[in-house]
């Protein structure tokens, strides 16, 4: 079935340092990949999305590239800040718009 | 605009009792979906609907747990009889429609605690 794999956390990073959280999916068609976050005590967020194959999404500073190929997604900042502190959570479309999600990774930024 | 909204934000219980946890998505989705979140299990999807139609449930755990949505507006997850392993944090969201390039808004949570 549907599945998607990314790195588990904890990640723990310096403020200013460059993130990369790595995600893949399985190939079943062409889903719609993408990327959530969760602060705590709150609900799940929308970060960026990608349609199609090699489309990019960005927000906020983060950026993820549809990698075919690789069947990934990995999701970049180049910069990080302590509110970026979260939980990420990486996900690809199925049928009747259900998501498939990975397990989450937690980021901790220290100052 | 306003978000999706659940309620309770908390709520505490004995084994046993009957527990209610209520959604409402924002205005204009058609899409529903309950999901569960355990440190042990992470995100679990329980139920969705689509233009109030239950369309897959899969998800729920047991017999003890039954969702609704009688209208656009309104959505309820129940839990008869509940169990301390019922203890989780439940979330909904809504999307637009059924297309799977619609993203899903979620609310923020019902923490659930059975002792």
New interface residues.
């Given amino acids: 079935g549907d599945s998607v794999t990314q790195m588990e956390g904890p990640v723990t990073l310096s403020e200013e340092a460059f993130l990369t959280i790595n995600c893949t999916y399985t190939a079943t068609g062409y ?2 990949l ?1 990327w ?1 976050v969760q602060y705590p ?6 970060l960026l ?1 990608a ?1 199609k194959a090699d489309d990019k999404g960005s927000n906020k500073g983060f950026e993820a590239t549809y990698r075919k190929e690789t069947t990934s997604f990995h999701l970049e900042k180049g910069s990080v800040q302590v509110s970026d502190s979260a939980v990420y ?1 990486c996900a690809r ?7 498939t ?1 990975g ?2 990774t937690r980021v901790l930024v220290k100052p | 605009d306003a978000g999706v909204i659940q309620s309770p934000r908390h709520e505490v219980t004995e084994m046993g009792q009957e527990v209610t946890l209520r959604c409402k998505p924002i205005s204009g989705h058609n899409s529903l979906f309950w999901y569960r979140q355990t440190m042990m299990r992470g995100l679990e999807l329980l139920i969705y609907f689509n233009n109030n139609v239950p369309i897959d449930d899969s998800g729920m755990p047991e017999d003890r747990f039954s969702a609704k949505m009688p209208n656009a507006s309104f959505s309820t997850l129940k839990i008869q009889p509940s169990e301390p392993r019922d203890s989780a944090v439940y979330f909904c969201a809504s999307s637009l429609d059924s297309n799977s390039n619609q993203p899903q808004h979620f609310g923020d949570g019902t923490r659930l605690s059975i002792l």
């Fill in positions: 889903p719609s993408f959530y005590g709150e609900g799940l967020q929308l999305k349609t959570f479309g199925a049928a009747g718009n259900k998501l999600f397990g989450g």
